[in-house]
């Protein structure tokens, strides 16, 4: 029992290690991102959602959706990678590349929020509307 419990302390131990290291800008990204998993979830219990014809809830849908959150994850660690090479070539802290990478993800991740919140019929200012609205026929146009 004794091996056991120690076992569990040092995993633990290892997990909080891990987790205190993460930036407060990763936390926040991960926020956002389940979020917009959270509100997208909604939007299609809801039978609201645009990614499917029907409007419901699609296992491809959601498991497309945490494709691109997994992608996101690795694009963050590829910035990343990039800082500390800098960092490590030019002998300075640097990370500038992760920042602006993270910011743009969590820009990107709160429009999809704001997407399935109106959706689902939360109350959204005009000038919002109609910015997504803009940026809708703007993605429809590059397709």
């Given amino acids: 029992m004794k091996k056991l419990t120690d076992c569990m302390a040092a995993l633990c131990g290892a997990i909080l290690s891990f987790v205190s290291g993460i930036p407060p800008i990763l936390w926040v990204l991960t926020a956002m991102m389940s979020l917009d998993l959270v509100s997208g979830l909604a939007a299609g219990a809801l039978g609201k959602s645009d990614n499917t014809p029907e409007g419901g809830l699609s296992s491809r849908a959601a498991l497309r959706g945490l494709m691109k959150k997994g992608l996101i994850l690795l694009v963050v660690l590829l910035a990343a990678l990039l ?16 920042g602006a990478t993270c910011l743009w993800f969590i820009a990107s991740e ?26 809708k026929e703007q993605g429809a146009g590059e397709k």
């Fill in 83 to 98: 800082d500390r090479a800098v960092a490590l070539s030019a002998g300075v802290q640097f990370d500038a590349v992760t």
């Fill in 110 to 135: 709160g429009l999809s929020v704001l997407e399935n919140a109106a959706q689902i019929g939360v109350p959204i200012p005009k000038v919002l509307r109609q910015a997504l609205e803009a940026l």
